[in-house]
T-cell receptor, first 115, second 114 residues
């Protein structure tokens, strides 16, 4: 069964360092998302991406964040200068088409710990 | 803005007992509603979704949920809990007329007592 794959599963980084979280969406999917979940809090939307551009981003997704689909298969989330409050589980998701009723498939998540 | 509220961050039920996980939504337009499950060390998996066809929605693993507009609720139920149901459950809402992002509740951790 096709699945969304995220790497690494856990990353520890020092405050101020850049991190790149990687995702391989399901191959025929066209819409891509990043969500995050701070420990004990809600899963929050960060950004959606379609046709090689951001279609929507949340207030959380400030200038420190960027996304890229560099090679047609990977979908990356970059945090330029990490802060302690960026520590969270980051989930990548993809769906075949637009339309809010279609299923979003999620990866297993990357746990980012900023020290 | 749309939102969902999940009552009870932790729910414990005995094996074989009824599972009831509560979700109430707030939306200015009829929403799409979803339940996702997260097993330990795994990603979010869709259990079921409401997209305005039938108000009683059946999902995987014997779960179902009923959309009640008058109560703005979409509670998740399963008649008989199994040990394998132990997981975190998330209710989510999406605006059918807008973008496709999901707005999640805080989650409910379900524990099954042998």
């Amino acid at each position: 069964e096709p699945e969304v794959t995220q790497t690494p599963s856990h990353q520890v980084t020092q405050m101020g360092q850049e991190v790149i979280l990687r995702c391989v969406p399901i191959s025929n999917h066209l819409y891509f998302y990043w969500y995050r979940q701070i420990l004990g809090q809600k899963v929050e939307f960060l950004v959606s991406f379609y046709n090689n551009e951001i279609s929507e981003k949340s207030e959380i997704f400030d200038d420190q964040f960027s996304v890229e689909r560099p090679d047609g298969s990977n979908f990356t989330l970059k945090i330029r200068s990490t802060k302690l409050e960026d520590s969270a589980m980051y989930f990548c998701a993809s769906r075949t088409s637009g339309g809010a009723n279609t299923e979003a498939f999620f990866g297993q998540g990357t746990r980012l710990t900023v020290v | 803005a749309q939102s969902v509220t999940q009552l009870g961050s932790h729910v414990s039920v005995s094996e074989g007992a009824l599972v009831l996980l509560r979700c109430n939504y707030s939306s200015s337009v009829p929403p799409y509603l979803f339940w996702y499950v997260q097993y330990p060390n795994q990603g979010l998996q869709l259990l079921l979704k409401y997209t305005s066809a039938a108000t009683l929605v059946k999902g995987i693993n014997g779960f179902e949920a009923e959309f009640k507009k008058s109560e703005t609720s979409f509670h998740l139920t399963k008649p008989s809990a199994h040990m394998s149901d132990a997981a975190e459950y998330f209710c989510a809402v999406s605006d059918r007329f807008g973008n496709e992002k999901l707005t999640f509740g805080t989650g409910t951790r379900l524990t099954i007592i042998p």
